[in-house]
């Protein structure tokens, strides 16, 4: 439903925060050393800034172009995009927070949501699958007249649904 009507939800559009840093010397040394540099320079910005999102498993190794190394963190209250060059020691960060209708929207998909609201996601679609089969079974242990009377019942509620949409969508 809230989903829905964006409108409910009508903010004005957040503003992105912009911060520079600089990286120290010995920071751009363990760049430079470091297997996986985008977890490295994601340490450095977070005790800095408070970043929002997290890297995603095909950007954990970040884009290195040259001298500069781009990191992008991707979540459910936001983006958080890093760009630290290698030779000037400079550190631009920065953080787009979500609306709230996009909050919820990416909670309804559960894509950037952490793994335990992914967990929580499944456990509540298999709890329905359950509750569904044990009504559907509910429904066939009936008496033959009484399921009769809910298959009829049944069917003419689909048809007047499929009626209305029919002729309110078209």
């Known amino acids: 439903l809230l989903l829905n009507h964006p409108e409910w939800f009508s ?3 957040t503003n992105a925060v912009k911060r520079n840093f600089t990286l120290t010397e010995g920071e751009i040394t363990q760049l430079r050393a470091a297997s996986e540099p985008a977890q490295v320079l994601v340490g ?3 005790g800095r800034i408070a970043l929002k999102g997290e890297i995603s498993e095909r950007d954990a190794d970040g884009n290195l172009v040259g001298n500069e ?3 992008r963190l991707q979540g459910v209250r ?4 890093l760009r630290a060059d290698l030779r000037s020691g400079s550190l631009q960060v920065t953080i787009e927070p979500t609306s709230t209708f996009s909050m919820l929207n990416e909670l309804h998909r559960a894509e950037r949501a952490g793994k335990s609201w992914r ?3 499944d456990v509540f679609a ?3 699958i359950v509750l569904s089969l044990i009504g559907y079974l509910i429904f066939l242990s009936m008496s033959r007249t009484r399921l009769r009377t809910a298959i009829f019942l ?3 509620g689909t048809l007047g649904v499929c009626l209305i949409f029919v002729y309110t969508v078209s």
Do not use: E
């Not at 936001?78 to 995009?81: A, C, Q």
């Open 44 to 46: 450095f910005a977070a």
């Open 78 to 81: 936001g983006v958080s995009y």
């Open 69 to 71: 190394l781009f990191v």
């Open 11 to 13: 903010q004005t559009a």
């Open 154 to 156: 049944t069917l003419g």
């Open 119 to 121: 967990l929580a996601v």
């Open 126 to 128: 298999i709890v329905l």
